[in-house]
């Protein structure tokens, strides 16, 4: 398996909780398990991606500024999982910021497949794309 099936794989978890956040309502169990995910979802790829994507991308001039904004992207999305820790989850504000947080993802991540990865693949080796899927299931798994 390369780095970008794995990144994808998680990709699409993420994707299908927020689908069902900005689908709930109210300060529920429900809505408290799936943000709870969410959270623990983005900020273990997030770290594990930086790890085992990122940093060796930034040892090539074609890709530096490719990691540079993910990494930046990775901040604004930790800020707002701070937002919605500090917003009532039953107010409606925490929901405009649920879905802020989805745009932002989604974005993100979308960027990363149309772009990052076609990048990505011509200055990574066969041997290295494996590797580094390797090194990123491991620390997901370890999470």
């Given at each position: 398996m390369?780095i970008?099936?794995?990144?994808?794989k998680?990709?699409?978890k993420q994707?299908?909780?927020?689908?069902?956040?900005?689908?709930t309502?109210g300060?529920?169990h429900?809505?408290?398990?799936?943000?709870?995910e969410?959270?623990?979802?983005?900020?273990?790829?997030?770290?594990a991606e930086?790890?085992h994507?990122?940093?060796p991308?930034m040892?090539?001039?074609k890709?530096?500024?490719?990691?540079?904004?993910g990494?930046?992207?990775?901040?604004e999305?930790d800020?707002?999982v701070e937002?919605?820790?500090?917003t009532d989850?039953?107010?409606?504000?925490?929901?405009r910021?649920?879905?802020?947080l989805?745009?932002?993802?989604l974005?993100h991540?979308?960027?990363?497949?149309?772009e990052?990865?076609?990048?990505a693949d011509r200055?990574?080796?066969?041997?290295?794309?494996?590797?580094?899927?390797s090194?990123?299931?491991k620390?997901?798994?370890?999470?």
């Amino acid at each position: 398996m390369k780095i970008f099936q794995a990144l994808r794989k998680d990709h699409e978890k993420q994707r299908l909780l927020m689908k069902i956040l900005v689908e709930t309502s109210g300060d529920t169990h429900k809505r408290r398990e799936y943000f709870s995910e969410l959270k623990a979802q983005l900020s273990q790829h997030a770290a594990a991606e930086e790890r085992h994507f990122y940093s060796p991308l930034m040892e090539s001039d074609k890709t530096i500024e490719d990691s540079r904004h993910g990494i930046a992207e990775h901040h604004e999305i930790d800020e707002l999982v701070e937002k919605l820790d500090d917003t009532d989850m039953s107010s409606s504000g925490w929901l405009r910021h649920m879905k802020s947080l989805q745009e932002l993802v989604l974005h993100h991540l979308d960027e990363e497949e149309s772009e990052f990865f076609l990048h990505a693949d011509r200055v990574l080796s066969h041997q290295q794309k494996d590797q580094l899927a390797s090194e990123y299931k491991k620390e997901m798994q370890q999470a």
